[in-house]
């Protein structure tokens, strides 16, 4: 029996890769779809080779996490790409992706790609989005896919992780990955339409190995819904919340109408961005209509 990790899943098999950096076609073991366990790139398995280059996955070894759509496991940080312009950047999608990151236990890496777009007076409005971020204890990054500009410094980030790339299509995921590592020759799309909406040049879930690290390309995310989510531990997922709430006058405090909320008093002295405390409040209520049902 060998280890390794699954790189790649495509038509009912599983490229694990091993130490060696061999990679084996791999088949689950009969038994995984009778107890509708599916292995996930991402996962440690143990397999057992047979031909060649050919194997029976018979393990998975405990997860980390996982994420669901994109199905992928174990997932140290990810890199949450907006663009700065084309697509328009939309802080109430970059919030959804931040609390998505928070609720699974990964750790998010915020980038504003396409600064060559930048003209001259946006640039302090920017610095203003940046101060937010910066502020709750997030690291941003300004990159360029098509100049390089910024890149390098989140090169280094990489080393020993598994990431993943995750933000609107369009954004140019696919692109940063290619400008990292020319070799790569991934496909990127033309932004297809005038709304300025991408198409999923991205299709399928691949491990792929970048600067000392694994990092795995998305197409968009399928899904932003917060699925398994309660109202109730949604301030868990905003770090500016979450080391305020103890100091709420009521425990289980949900930092709307309660007296004495320390949330909502740092909201009002301004020391909580109105966006991200309205943002907050909006996931609130769209979590607990949809555990109504
Ligand atoms: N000007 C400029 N254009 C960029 C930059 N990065 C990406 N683009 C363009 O944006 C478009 C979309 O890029 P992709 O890399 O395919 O975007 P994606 O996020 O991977 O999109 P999906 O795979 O559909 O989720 C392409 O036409 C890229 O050439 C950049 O830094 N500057
Ligand atoms: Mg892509
Ligand atoms: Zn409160």
Known sequence: MEEGFIVKALSGYYYVENNKGDIYQCRGRGLFRKQNISPLVGDYVQFEQHDHNEGYIYDILPRKNLL???????VDQAFIISAVTQPAFSSVLLDRFLVLMEFHGINPIIVFNKVDLLVEHE?????EIQQCYTSIGYDTFFVSAKTKEGISSFMTRLKNKLSIVAGQSGVGKTALLNALDPSLELK?????NHLGRGRH???????IHLGDGLIVDTPGFSSLEFDGMEEQMLDT???????RKDECKFRGCSHRKEPKCAVKMAYENGEISPFRYEHYI??????KKQRRY
């Open 68 to 74: 669901v759509r994109p199905p992928v496991a174990n």
């Open 123 to 127: 640039k302090d409005e920017w610095k």
């Open 188 to 192: 990127t799309g033309e932004i297809s």
């Open 201 to 207: 040049t991205t299709r399928h879930v691949e491990l």
């Open 237 to 243: 997922c905003f770090p500016e919340m979450r080391t």
């Open 282 to 287: 909006a996931f609130y209520e769209e979590i």
